[in-house]
Nanobody, 125 residues
Framework: QVQLVESGGGSVQAGGSLRLSCAAS????????MGWFRQAPGKEREGVAA????????DYAGPVSGRFTASRDTATRTLYLQMNSLKPEDTAMYYC??????????????????WGQGTQVIVSS
């Protein structure tokens, strides 16, 4: 069984910060490419950030580049997304995902096989 559980979401004022966590279990976490995605009401799910198994490579969507940082901790089997300088347009349900192989598009949803249940982020102006 592969299970991903997100936490750390909440409501913040614009300019604030949040740190999302994704706890992984039931698989070889260290061998998986991991990603963060988000979906706002009425919109399609979009890629936010991705990180390689070793953590050496990260990819970010243009709107979050310079503000969000993805990281991972092998010892605790946890994926993180540090979100700084939050904007109202960052409001969405945030999901973590895992892929056992990686192609040339780490921010595409169809790259990933396993998904968490999501954690809500609301940023007020």
């Amino acid at each position: 069984q592969v299970q991903l559980v997100e936490s750390g979401g909440g409501s913040v004022q614009a300019g604030g910060s949040l740190r999302l966590s994704c706890a992984a279990s039931g698989y070889t976490y260290s061998s998986y490419y991991m990603g963060w995605f988000r979906q706002a009401p009425g919109k399609e799910r979009e890629g936010v950030a991705a990180i390689s198994p070793s953590g050496a490579r990260t990819d970010y969507a243009g709107p979050v580049s310079g503000r969000f940082t993805a990281s991972r901790d092998t010892a605790t089997r946890t994926l993180y997304l540090q979100m700084n300088s939050l904007k109202p347009e960052d409001t969405a349900m945030y999901y973590c995902a895992a892929a056992d192989r990686m192609g040339p598009w780490p921010l595409r949803t169809d790259t990933y096989k396993y998904w968490g249940q999501g954690t809500q982020v609301i940023v007020s102006s």
